[in-house]
Nanobody, 126 residues
Framework: QVQLVESGGGLVPAGGSLRLSCATS????????MGWFRQAPGKAREFVAG???????IYVNSVKGRFTISRDNAKNTLYLQMNNLKPEDTAMFYC????????????????????WGQGTQVTVSS
């Protein structure tokens, strides 16, 4: 069972930056897709960014050009660099692993991910 631990959240002013990290357990990290999701109070959890085992990534339109997802397979760690943060980015951010997905496809729905971290809070003040 893969275990995920996020870190790097915090309180930043609008326009600021944060870098989220997701440390994973297990020796097969490099073989499957990973993603970042977020959930604001009263809203559904939404896909933010995902990366396949090759390193190809996709993003939700609202973060394109501001967020960058990356992975370090040697360190079993996933990252999300977030720049030019906006108040509407305020949410709990979760990393997730799609351990059954090794074809290169990057899932964008929660049901395709079978391991989740506890989340890290990101708050952007206006």
């Amino acid at each position: 069972q893969v275990q995920l631990v996020e870190s790097g959240g915090g309180l930043v002013p609008a326009g600021g930056s944060l870098r989220l990290s997701c440390a994973t357990s297990g020796s097969t990290f490099s073989r499957y897709a990973m993603g970042w999701f977020r959930q604001a109070p009263g809203k559904a959890r939404e896909f933010v960014a995902g990366v396949n085992w090759i390193g190809s990534s996709i993003y939700v339109n609202s973060v394109k050009g501001r967020f960058t997802i990356s992975r370090d397979n040697a360190k079993n760690t996933l990252y999300l660099q977030m720049n030019n943060l906006k108040p509407e980015d305020t949410a709990m951010f979760y990393c997730a692993a799609a351990t059954r997905e090794s074809t290169g496809y990057v899932p964008t729905t929660t049901n395709m991910y079978d391991a989740w971290g506890q989340g890290t809070q990101v708050t952007v003040s206006s």
